[in-house]
């Protein structure tokens, strides 16, 4: 069970963010939760098309992290008010109209993080 | 007594005031006389309130069956407080947390299938009116009681509580209820996610701050960890513009867990830096009520323990497990004397244009004493010159926290900055005087243009006069400052401890200074001549060794034990103890048996063990599960029909905070290869607390008795502790006059000193260490014989301290 329930979760998403890239796919996140360290990310699934962490990049406070090189011995720092751009590559997965992203991070204290939320892509 | 608030602070019968509370859990530190010691010291170090849990589960063994009798009358507990002069924060849940067992809900409740408890399963909210049911029926028990008392000033409802979707009807109803009880106080609870929940609920919104929870962090290196706190003051009024800021949980220590690193490497990690950050951040912040959690450390006797922690609660707290002060209570009772002294209910943030890296620096100005407060605070590793906008310069130590007055208008004199921090003021309509702790690297700058360098001896003072009024400044060493006690517009010098009452507490003969307004300075020496020597710990004798598990032999007569209707797990066979064990019969015909048991089991077959493990794994704040196969062959299974024995030991149920409460213990799953239907009995207690039939021929539970004596006297105060550093054994639970005081698992290196609890001890005692587990080399049962004749426990004295009165 998450330690922190999933609208708390949800908070951290910045609606409006999704955006297409030439190779992929981008969304952008806040911490307003508190103070705290990625030790990993999962994977991320956006509608039915799941990235894994080799496909994963978490980029915040100017450096650029690849998902598989986050670990609880190399984590992220995410403070409070920090925002950062994740960007999955390599597949389609946007669809017009709303779209489904579930990111699966983890955090050392808490363990798996889930987080949904739904973001709508114009072309 | 009637209790207000504005957004500044609490108004206590029309006078604000500055709530230092801190957090004491009566079951952990049981008895009224041990909540008298620890009171006492509490108010001694400035704290002016104590947060109290009532634990339901500790109170209720069945539904409405409730003891508050001996150690379990509250009244006594809240009279305690009362007496020593401290307000009361009470938190009657029903769900607590704290680390206890079931978050402290009772196991009957967990039993009910109609009850989901706290509403939620996992975070998805569900109405349970069953369980609403019996939470009337606990705050009817509970609120009789608070409300005797007036001395209650908060009252919370829940804890740490959130749902996914947030509906209020849960925490509308508690606070109904409560209100409906003739709760008058204020009413909180207690957001663990500072995201501003609950607070249209509530009176006023509170939440808990706990920037160190990992213990393998260095939160000297990983400083961000203080963002929450450094921007509390936003969410306080994010969540309610017109209540006090409340940190109903600051942290002032941690919990020590199963898997942990002990409670020595936390104490060491978080320092007295740590406090001091803590709850000058938090004054920075506006904050007007904090209560430190835990001030007092305890131990989770009896089955006290949710499954997470060990017996020792002592939480690094700066009143320890044993009641002995640490160096973080001598650093709370400096701040908290500083705020006794210029009162802190009435400040407002001031802009303060500065940046330096590394530096948190916050302004305040104070609406009563027309002063302003420079808070300032070094997260560099090295001590660091920190210029200020206003034209001075200072040093700060590594990790060191100041505040600095600015413009403070004193009886004789102004002062226009110092960096030299104020311990405490003593003052009359004429005259004060003020105690400065002395720093050679600080200064004081008065207003008349005079700079006074920090750098002074024990006692050095000065005079300011300004027409008829005088400020006297005294300086004492941090040292000194630690074995400073004010009392009553009087400070004592050089003593251990001073109680409210005037008692006098010294570990060795001393010079003790006296300094009033009135009188000046006064000395008197005291000569301690009722402590005996504590530097050795001595090898108790063992008085006998007996065999204590008749239920492993064959033949043991099980027939009036419950027969197992359904699911074998502790719960549903409504067996809430530590220990359950199981019977049953096994025909020769198996080839296996498959099981899982929380926490700690063993299989026995025909009385004799075929396996013996530690299943207990936490990752992540989750139970790991584990399950287990045992071949079986003739060898084992050696009768048409053989007789089976499992005896689980579950070190305790989920806290529920991010699990759930009823997550089942006892033996999980069980089932043969090939599949029969296998008929259990189960029973619970280790059969030295169930009957006085224990005696048996088999040696896996193995009980050792010694006795020994305890000099107990009205005016020596001391711990007393059992240490198995030199115990052979892998696991044991120990018995104080029959009482369970501890358990003991070699393996995990967290514990080996149990702290002899002063309520459960008697001048004559008898001490009963039940060993489960012997050397994993020993097998046979000659050897398990032999090996515990080895058994060394040993007894010490942690503290005394003789009391002058």
């Known amino acids: 069970m998450a330690i922190v329930p999933e609208f708390l979760i949800k908070r951290i998403y910045q609606k409006g963010s999704l955006k297409k890239l030439e190779n992929g796919v981008s969304v952008n996140l806040k911490n307003i939760l508190g103070p705290g360290l990625i030790s990993g990310f999962n994977y991320v699934k956006i509608n039915d098309v799941t990235f894994e962490p080799k496909d994963v990049k978490f980029i915040t406070n100017n450096t650029e992290y690849i998902g598989t090189d986050v670990s609880e011995d190399n984590p992220v720092v995410f403070r409070l008010g920090q925002t950062g751009t994740l960007i999955m590559t390599g597949q389609d997965c946007l ?18 993080v889930q987080l949904k939320a739904d973001d709508t892509y114009q072309s | ?28 530190t049981p008895g009224e006389r041990m909540a008298r010691d620890r009171f006492q010291k509490m108010k001694s170090g400035g704290y002016n309130a104590v947060d109290i849990y009532f634990n339901w589960n500790y109170h209720s063994p069945a539904p409405d069956k409730y003891d508050f009798t001996g150690i379990k009358d509250v009244r006594k507990i809240l009279q305690a407080a009362k007496d020593c002069g401290l307000y009361i924060i009470a938190r009657p849940g029903p769900f607590i947390n704290g680390e206890v067992n079931a978050g402290g809900l009772p196991f009957w409740l967990l039993k009910d299938e109609e009850v989901i408890p706290r509403n939620r399963i996992g975070t998805e909210y569900k109405y349970s009116p069953k369980y609403m049911e019996y939470i009337a ?55 663990a996610y500072f995201a501003g929940l609950w607070a249209d609920c509530v009176d006023i919104y509170a939440l808990d701050l706990y920037p160190y929870i990992n213990p393998n962090q260095n939160w000297k290196q990983d400083n961000f960890c203080f963002d929450t706190l450094d921007n509390v003051e936003e969410i306080f009024r994010g969540a309610k513009e017109d209540s006090p800021p409340f940190i109903a949980e600051m942290q002032s220590g941690w919990f020590d867990k199963w898997d942990g690193s002990g409670y020595k490497h936390i104490r060491d990690a978080l320092g007295d830096e740590h406090i001091n950050i803590m709850t000058k951040t938090a004054l920075s912040q506006g904050v007007t009520l904090f209560n430190h959690y835990m001030t007092v450390g305890g131990t989770n006797w009896g089955n006290l323990a949710c499954d997470e922690v060990y017996t020792s609660y002592e939480f690094t707290a700066p009143i320890d497990e044993f009641g002995v002060m640490q160096s973080n209570f001598y650093k709370a009772k400096e701040i908290n004397y500083f705020v006794d002294a210029f009162g802190f209910t009435k400040t407002e943030p001031k802009d303060f ?48 926290m100041k505040i600095c007055p600015i413009n ?52 050095e003072h000065l005079t300011f006069k300004n027409e008829n009024k005088t400020t006297q400044f005294v300086f004492i060493s941090k040292q000194l400052a630690d074995k400073s006690w004010v009392l009553d517009n009087k400070i004592i010098f050089n003593a251990d401890y001073v109680l409210p009452n005037g008692a006098i507490a010294l570990e060795k003969n001393s010079e003790i200074a006296y300094f009033d307004l009135k009188h000046k300075f006064a000395k008197k020496h005291y000569v301690v001549n009722e402590l005996k020597p504590t530097t050795k710990k001595e090898i108790l004798k063992i008085s006998s060794v007996d065999f204590c598990s008749p239920e492993i032999d064959v033949d043991y007569d099980y027939s009036n034990w419950q027969k197992v209707e359904d699911k074998t797990d502790s719960l549903s066979c409504g067996m809430y103890d530590e220990f359950v064990w199981y019977k049953a019969k096994l025909p020769n015909t198996l080839t296996e048996i498959t099981l899982s048991a929380r926490h700690l089991f063993a299989v026995y077959i025909n009385g004799k063990e075929v396996l013996n ?40 149920f989920d806290k529920g905070f991010s699990g759930d409460t009823n997550n089942p213990r006892g033996l999980v799953h069980f089932e043969t290869t090939p599949q029969i239907p296998i008929k259990f009995y189960v029973n619970e207690k280790l059969s030295i607390e169930r009957d006085k039939k224990w005696e048996s021929e088999n040696p896996y539970l193995t009980k050792i008795t010694t006795n020994f ?41 967290v514990q080996d000193k149990f702290y002899l609890i002063n309520e459960f001890l008697k001048p004559h005692n008898k001490l009963e260490v039940v060993v489960w587990e012997k050397d994993r080399n020993i097998k046979s049962k000659w050897g398990f014989k032999s090996d515990i004749k080895n058994v060394k426990i040993l007894i010490g004295t942690f503290k005394q301290y003789q009391l002058f009165k």
């Not at chain 2, 009637?2 to 004491?24: C, N, P, Q």
């Not at chain 2, 948190?360 to 009563?368: C, G, P, Q, S, V």
Request: charged letters at 30%.
């Open chain 1, 95 to 112: 669809q017009e109209g709303t779209n489904k992203i579930i990111i699966e991070a983890l955090n050392p204290e808490a363990g798996i």
């Open chain 2, 1 to 28: 007594m009637e209790v207000t608030f504005d957004k500044y602070s609490l108004i206590i019968d029309g006078e604000r005031m500055f709530i230092k509370s801190g957090a004491y859990h009566y079951f952990r």
């Open chain 2, 137 to 191: 029926q606990w705050y009817d028990q509970i609120i009789p009681v608070i409300n005797e008392f007036d001395n209650v000033i908060l009252f919370q409802i829940e804890n740490e509580y959130a749902t996914d979707s947030m509906e209020e009807d849960y925490m509308r109803e508690l606070y109904k209820m409560a209100r409906e009880r003739g709760v008058k106080c204020p009413i909180f609870h207690n957001d």
């Open chain 2, 353 to 400: 244009d500065f940046y330096q890296e590394n530096i948190y620096a916050k302004m305040r100005h104070d609406l009563e004493n027309d002063c302003d407060w420079l808070f300032i605070r070094n997260m560099n590793p090295q001590e660091t010159d920190i210029q200020l906008p206003f034209d001075k310069q200072i040093k700060l130590r590594p990790y060191d």
């Open chain 2, 408 to 459: 403070l208008k004193l009886k004789g004199c102004e002062i226009e900055f110092s960096d030299l921090e104020i311990f405490t003021r003593l003052q009359n309509e004429n005259e004060d005087a003020v105690f400065f702790i002395a720093d050679d690297k600080a200064n004081i700058y008065i207003k008349n243009g005079e700079i006074i360098s920090g750098n002074k001896k024990n006692f």
């Open chain 2, 613 to 652: 493990r530690n299943s207990y794994k936490i990752e992540k704040l989750q139970d790991v599960p584990e399950t287990i196969s045992i071949p079986l062959n003739k060898t084992i299974l050696k009768n048409e029909i053989n007789e089976l024995t499992v005896l689980v030991q579950n070190l305790g």
């Open chain 2, 709 to 749: 004596d305890v000099d107990i006297k009205d005016n020596v105060f001391f711990g007393k502790y059992i240490s198995f550093e030199d115990f052979n054994c892998r696991r044991a639970t120990i018995f104080l006059n029959g009482i369970k005081i501890g358990r003991y698992i070699k393996r995990t290196h």
